[in-house]
């Protein structure tokens, strides 16, 4: 191992963090309650950000349509979760 094995880890928790800010307040400034606001909410958000910048970086970096879709998936339910949650817990 190296000394900077650490680095993901913290990269994703923040990166975590400020998207779950943002989706917060997205949410908040919609007005959105219940599950089914929170879970189109999230998945409104991961569709137009994280799998369309996927798909153009994919295609031109000529990766495989299996990666794609595993490397977008687990965002978009990763999201639509945390949309429930913040819609709900209001």
Known sequence: GTSRMWYPYVVAIVSTLIFTFVL????????AEGFAEGIFL???????FILTTNATNY????????????????PLIMYSVIGILLATWQ
């Open 42 to 48: 999230g998945l409104l958000v991961a569709i137009g």
């Open 59 to 74: 295609s031109f970096e000529s990766r495989s349509l299996r990666l794609y879709m595993i490397n977008s998936g687990y």
């Open 24 to 31: 917060a307040l997205l949410i908040q400034g919609m007005g």
